[in-house]
T-cell receptor
Framework: NAGVTQTPKFQVLKTGQSMTLQCAQD?????MSWYRQDPGMGLRLIHY???????DQGEVPNGYNVSRSTTEDFPLRLLSAAPSQTSVYFCASRDRGAEAFFGQGTRLTVV | GQNIDQPTEMTATEGAIVQINCTYQ??????LFWYQQHAGEAPTFLSY????GLEEKGRFSSFLSRSKGYSYLLLKELQMKDSASYLCAVRDSGRGSTLGRLYFGRGTQLTVWP
């Protein structure tokens, strides 16, 4: 059972570079989210989606874009990486009324 | 928005019982979750409360009082492997009845000593 798959697991970027973090789920879940986790800050919601073609902003959306063209995929794009975006990123998916399942995370360093 | 508060750190000894509290203020409430997260790993689901009262699941129990904006996670018969961060999360009402956003507290780091 694949569940929620995130790639890559680790990434180093230079300031100003762009990249896409991939997230795919095979559970046919409607709801997908992206979080970032920083020491002492807990998980903060970046963007979320309640279904294909529908996305909305979370608590800390600036500097990130998302799209949801299919139920399975929810990529997160960093437009112009900044050192403040150094973090661990988690993708999560869930079905109506149910608990969220998390991917294994992407550890991103921006230098 | 959401304001979720839980202690930063707790310690306990093997075999003991520990209670991790969580208080929240929310503009719309649609359930409270507890997750466990070991260092370097993804959070994993522990329990869910949407109605007042106690939910028991083996060594773990979770309690909710919606009127007080309060929940706790109770861990019994502590084991070394229970050393982890415990995250309290609140789901808001959102659009539709259950497709709400999930907001997390900062987590409580529990250390279990032998």
């Amino acid at each position: 059972n694949a569940g929620v798959t995130q790639t890559p697991k680790f990434q180093v970027l230079k300031t100003g570079q762009s990249m896409t973090l991939q997230c795919a789920q095979d559970m046919n879940h409607e709801y997908m989210s992206w979080y970032r986790q920083d020491p002492g800050m807990g998980l903060r919601l970046i963007h979320y989606s309640v279904g294909a073609g529908i996305t909305d902003q979370g608590e800390v959306p600036n500097g990130y874009n998302v799209s949801r063209s299919t139920t399975e995929d929810f990529p997160l794009r960093l437009l112009s990486a900044a050192p403040s975006q150094t973090s661990v990123y988690f993708c999560a998916s869930r079905d109506r009324g149910a608990e969220a399942f998390f991917g294994q995370g992407t550890r991103l360093t921006v230098v | 928005g959401q304001n979720i508060d839980q202690p930063t750190e707790m310690t306990a000894t093997e075999g003991a019982i520990v209670q991790i509290n969580c208080t929240y203020q929310t503009s719309g409430f649609n359930g409270l979750f507890w997750y466990q997260q070991h260092a370097g790993e993804a959070p994993t689901f522990l329990s869910y409360n949407v109605l007042d009262g106690l939910e028991e699941k083996g060594r773990f129990s979770s309690f909710l009082s919606r009127s007080k904006g309060y929940s706790y996670l109770l861990l019994k018969e502590l084991q070394m492997k229970d050393s982890a961060s415990y995250l309290c999360a609140v789901r808001d009402s959102g659009r539709g009845s259950t497709l709400g956003r999930l907001y997390f507290g900062r987590g409580t780091q529990l250390t279990v000593w032998p």
